[in-house]
């Protein structure tokens, strides 16, 4: 549409007012983006009616540009403004239209990426190690193939202790020496920190041990074990308690209740047994099988460190004193893991394995 | 350990429930491993005659029995088969009461029965081992009260753990002395009357030593009645599990279960010459036991015997020859002390433990013998009659035990709690004398000898003040702080682990143990290995060099259950031995077989990872180290001789990857395709410490430019050639296309390579990117004479 270029200041600004009415009402009634697009280019293009009006302005009395000139710019901004808009809106229609178009059956299968899974027994052993590092015990390691030192003597166990038959140890035939056992408990890292560190120490020593047992469904010759040791000036039982407490607690909450009974181990003196009352009945079922009615579930062996021990290690005795404990891996991860067979944890089938 | 309530109280007075009683057991570290009521405990029983036994009209196994009691005929239903007309029997009536159930009329198949005939576990009477109905003597009167005839009373059978410390709690006496501390209650005098006797006893030689016996008392008793034991001994024993024989023979077991000093008699008349020699035996000598078993002795085994042959094989089983008979007349006994070292090692080798050898191998109270012979011989005068002679005590060397000095404060120091002075006193007092000075200075009965200084008297303190009083609110630690890292090879295995399970593998466990071809499957022999001397069962002899074996049966085992698409890993320790020592040192080994999830996928197109897919796997495990991977030009025997890769660490080879050999696979049984690695992590330990931090590198903020070059070069040209020949070209390189086949010339191949070019500093031109494809097309052209496609 061409405008003749010679119209007055009055007649421009009806026919300014004439184009506002004419396209707003046609903007309200564009139904798609396409739509709106074409009649954004009739009236906002190089060739569009509002375009084609603004060309009189330069022929136009400096007095007049000042009236039709920020009347036209208004104009063209609120016009630009309500296209926007406009269109704003009927794209969100558009693709909310076309996303209501969609075939899909999504209870069809998931895809299965991969994701692995740590063995339950290193789960079961990172717990443990997570929350003695927390409590300040620091790793140590030992070798699995022990010395008799190491396994049995500097432990203070007797030459004729039932432990040491060949019953219930391994040993390793094909040696230069011939005192060469695997491990029966992880004690022997107590024995290793202690000849090359003083005290104050505070280790955790996890690991497997193994013991010459038939397999069935809770023994297995090889296990799991925890080894803790602390050593230093004035450690007494009942820092033991204590820091086992809070230890047990960690495990099994805060409210666990823990129970300590006097029991026998050469190496410790005086020596106690650890229970916690058992999470699954709390003591109410006489037939519980885990804790097999008694209440209790046996979770650990520990004591005040025997002063032979010190000794063996060259740490003086009247000088220091310490605590050491030993904990089953297995039990706690049967036991928190509700796996019922010890030979479960080495068929490592991934129907149990992908659990957890 | 077996204790009957009853019998308990013949040393103590105590009045507890069975829960109260094990709640001490448990506190004092006796668990209670089993607990049973027996003894009578109903009430309303009486004696009726069995008058007329017809059937049940409505059941082939029941009757219905006709009785006379004590209020005139009845009528009851019983299924028991053991019943006669003419037997006396307990009848309970309605109302009656048996344990916890008070009796209710019944009607059994449609006939009313009134009562019921009642077995002796019925009515808590279990150690008459009767079965069936309680068939009581024909001289107990109709109407007898069966309670007044039982004694009346429930009684509780413990069955107690003991630990290996405590010898002295292996009796009645030991656990009455026990709760006489923790109770603070007086023993009550049990005592035996000592009978002094006449006339000489049997020589005695300890020609042994005190490695073999410590002491020895023996004396004769003449014109003993070895008749059956009266009905309370005969039942003590079956509390206690133990057959009733004859006097004699339960007297000496009543003593060791009572006073915890096992016994032995001997018929007199079988000992040649009058002398007894304990001595050890020689080597090949035979005897013959009691159980009718010829055993062959070696010189570590202590014998009892005369002046000719072994009689007994001391403190642990009775001689065939020597044996008591019901119609022995004269008899030798012995109470002795044996060493427990001695006993131990002879009861283990012949692999025969018996109730005195299980005392004896702990050691016992060398006081023991006296107060057992006297209460022994006591009993045997009661019971069987007989004339004593004087007691022969071979006691070479006293044994006493050891004077133990400490300050209260000591112990309190060992167990972090206050201890009120008097309550130590009482406790230590009951366990032995105590004099206190500047310092207490304590010394234990005999029957403690476990007792050697202060360690062990802190822990008897804590014991009978319950461990449960033990400082229970301390909550502050003076505990020193320090800090050290996890050893290396935990957190290397950590970060390991955490990326193969990021990449979808499992973890397992395996144990170490393992078996000769496993150990040869994988290219070690078995004299590299560190092998058991005593293995648990076959395939259980060598501590394994690889972890490979355990996990392909780990594959196998899941197969079985048609998962046949895994991915599974080990991180464990693996052996050797270096010049005669054992060797450790960890190793990381994963196996790989099926599909992947994308392949297993029900909209995925077919594709096969194999090979490369494992080759990205140990690209990202290995992806923070500096190293090289080579085609392996010797592939080990259990690998695909083609398809096999070495892993390079400083110029050494650590491990391998690759598809398993099909050998291998067979070996295993696995049906389908594995690919495998293994490698041991020590020499990447100085590669890695879990406390050092990454450092940042910059990333460019400009976009990068790419080409695809496209060319033909010979087919025998790796691909790992190719990267060196462009080392030194500034772009990522991608392989995106690699075809072989048909419309290319005979022999040749064709790559497409795609060129990342990252600009640092300013966006590069498309005349610089350009200069940097034609420079590698040139060095294509002229390291392998590629064309262009």
């Given amino acids: 549409m061409l405008y003749n270029i010679y119209m007055t200041i009055n007649e421009l600004l009806t026919k300014l007012s004439e184009i506002e009415t004419s396209i707003n009402s046609k903007l309200q009634s564009c139904q798609n983006t396409k739509e709106l697009q074409d009649l954004q280019i009739s009236a906002l293009g190089r060739k569009g009616a509002l375009t084609e009006l603004l060309k009189n302005l330069k022929d136009l009395s400096l007095e007049d540009k000042k009236l039709f000139g920020p009347k036209s710019n208004a104009l063209k901004q609120s016009l630009t403004t309500a296209f926007e808009a406009k269109l704003a809106e009927l794209s969100l229609k558009e693709i909310n239209e076309n996303l209501n178009k969609t075939k899909i059956d999504l209870t069809l299968p998931a895809f299965p990426f991969n994701q692995g899974k740590r063995h339950p027994l290193a789960i079961a052993q990172k717990r443990m190690t997570d929350i003695l590092s927390r409590l300040g015990f620091v790793w140590a390691e030992g070798p699995l193939i022990e010395d008799e030192l190491h396994n049995f003597d500097a432990l203070n166990i007797p030459k004729n202790h039932p432990a040491r038959d060949m019953q219930d140890t391994f040993f390793i035939k094909n040696t230069t020496r011939k005192d060469f056992v695997l491990r029966t408990h992880t004690s022997g890292v107590q024995i290793r920190t202690m000849q090359k560190q003083k005290p104050p120490i505070r280790i955790m020593a996890p690991g497997r041990v193994f013991r010459k047992d038939a397999i069935d469904a809770t023994h297995y010759p090889v296990f799991n074990q925890i080894e803790g040791l602390y050593v230093d000036k004035n450690v007494s039982l009942a820092d033991l308690k204590r820091d086992l407490t809070v230890f047990m607690r960690g495990l099994f909450g805060q409210k666990a209740e823990v129970r300590f009974r006097s029991s026998f181990f050469p190496f410790t003196e005086p020596s106690v047994e650890v229970d916690v009352k058992c999470v699954f009945c709390e003591g109410k079922d006489a037939n519980c099988p885990v804790c097999r009615g008694s209440g209790w579930k046996e979770m650990l062996g520990a004591g005040v460190v025997h002063p032979n021990v010190l000794k063996n290690c060259g740490i003086d005795p009247e000088v220091y004193s310490g605590y050491a404990f030993g904990m089953g891996v297995e039990r706690l991860a049967m036991f928190s893991l509700n796996i019922k067979d010890i030979r479960a944890f080495y068929e490592n089938d991934i129907r149990i394995l992908e659990q957890f | ?789």
């Fill in chain 2, 1 to 789: 350990m077996k204790l009957l309530y009853s019998w308990l109280k013949d040393f103590i007075d105590i009045n507890l429930t069975p829960e109260e009683l094990t709640k001490h057991f448990t506190s004092l570290g006796m668990e209670v491993a089993d607990l049973k009521k027996t003894g009578a405990d109903f009430d309303g029983v009486y004696a009726a005659k069995i008058e007329r036994i017809e059937n049940h009209p409505n059941s082939d196994h029941l009757h219905l029995v006709d009785l006379m009691t004590k209020d005139g005929p009845q009528r009851v239903v019983c299924g028991a088969q053991n019943i006669a007309v003419g037997q006396i029997v307990p009848l309970a009536k309605v109302g009656s009461r048996l344990g916890k159930i008070v009796l209710k009329p019944a009607v059994i198949r449609g006939v009313s029965s009134e009562g019921m005939l009642c077995s002796a576990d019925e009515l808590g009477l279990a150690s008459t081992r009767q079965k069936g109905i309680l068939v009581l003597d024909n001289s107990v009167q109709v109407g007898a009260d069966i309670k007044q005839l039982y004694g009346g009373e429930a009684d509780y059978i413990f069955d107690l753990e003991l630990t290996p410390n405590r010898p002295d709690l292996m009796s009645i006496l030991g656990i009455a002395r026990e709760l006489s501390t923790l109770l603070n209650l007086p023993l009550k005098n049990k005592t035996y009357k000592a009978v002094n006797g006449k006339g000489k006893s049997l020589e005695i030689n300890l020609s042994c030593g005190a490695d073999g016996c410590q002491r020895y008392m023996g004396r004769i008793i003449k014109d003993v009645k070895n008749v059956p034991s009266p009905q309370w001994l005969q039942d003590r024993l079956l509390a206690l599990g133990v057959n009733p024989k004859s006097a004699l023979v339960d007297i000496t077991n009543y003593v060791m279960f009572e006073l915890g000093q096992p016994l032995h008699a001997f018929d007199l008349s079988h000992i040649e010459d009058g002398k007894i020699n304990v001595r050890f035996a020689e080597e090949g000598e035979k005897f013959l036991g009691l159980d009718d078993i010829e055993r062959t002795l070696t010189p570590q085994m202590l014998v009892i015997c005369d002046d000719r042959k072994p009689l007994c094989l001391a403190g642990i089983l009775g001689g065939k020859h020597d044996s008591i008979l019901d119609t022995t007349k004269d008899i030798f006994l012995e109470a002795a002390n044996f060493n427990p070292v001695c006993i131990n090692k002879t009861s283990k080798k012949l692999g025969l433990s018996s109730e005195s050898s299980q005392r004896f191998e702990r050691g016992l109270d060398i006081n023991g013998p006296a107060l057992a012979m006297q209460a022994a011989t006591a009993l045997i005068l009661e019971i069987c009659g007989g004339k004593p002679s004087e007691i022969n005590d071979v006691y070479p060397q006293k044994i006493e035990t050891p004077e133990v000095t400490f300050t209260l404060k000591q112990i309190e120091d060992i167990l972090g709690m206050k201890i009120l002075q008097e309550k130590a006193e009482q406790i230590l007092r009951s366990l032995g004398t105590l004099t206190i000075d500047e310092k207490w200075t304590f010394k234990a009965n005999s029957y403690r000898r476990d007792l050697k200084h202060r360690w062990d008297i802190a822990e008897e303190l804590a014991r009978y003040y319950g461990l449960e009083n033990l400082a229970p609110q301390i909550t502050s630690t003076h505990a020193t702080l320090y800090f050290a890292e996890h050893p290396k090879t935990i957190d290397i295995g950590e970060k390991f682990s955490q990326t193969l399970v990021g990449l979808g593998f499992f973890e397992c466990k395996n144990i170490a143990l393992t078996s000769k071809k496993d150990v040869e499957n994988f290219g070690y022999t078995t004299a590299q290995v560190p092998e058991i001397a005593n293995p648990l069962a076959e395939g259980l002899e060598y501590l394994r060099p690889s972890l490979l074996a355990s996990l392909l049966k780990n594959l196998e085992y899941n197969q079985r259950f048609s998962n046949n698409d895994l991915c599974l890993f080990e991180y464990d320790k693996t052996f050797s031995l270096q010049k005669g020592y054992p060797a450790e040192g960890f190793s990381l080994a994963g196996v790989m077989t099926g599909k992947t999830p994308r392949e297993k996928f029900f909209l995925s197109p077919q594709c096969q990872v194999g090979f490369y897919g494992l080759k990205g796997i140990i690209t990202k495990l290995l992806g923070d180290f500096t190293y090289t991977l080579q085609s392996a030009k010797q592939a080990p025997k259990y690998m695909h001789p083609k398809i096999c890769m070495e892993i390079i660490v400083d110029k050494k080879v650590i491990g391998y990857f690759g598809e398993l050999h099909p050998l291998t696979l067979k070996k295993y049984d696995l049906k389908q395709q594995v690919y495998a690695f293994e490698f041991s992590v020590k020499n990447l330990e100085k590669q890695f410490s879990a406390a050092e931090f990454k450092k940042a590198k910059d990333v460019p903020n400009l976009p990068s430019a790419w080409r695809d070059l496209s060319f033909i070069i010979d087919e025998k040209t790796q691909y790992s050639d190719i990267l060196s020949a462009l080392k030194d070209t500034p772009a990522k390189i991608n392989l995106i296309d690699l075809y072989e086949g048909k419309n290319l010339p005979e022999g040749k191949k064709s790559l497409t390579l795609r060129f990342e070019f990252s600009a640092q500093e300013k966006t590069l031109t498309d005349k610089e990117v350009n200069g940097h494809v034609d420079n590698i097309f040139k060095t294509l052209q002229n390291s392998f004479g590629a064309t262009l496609r």
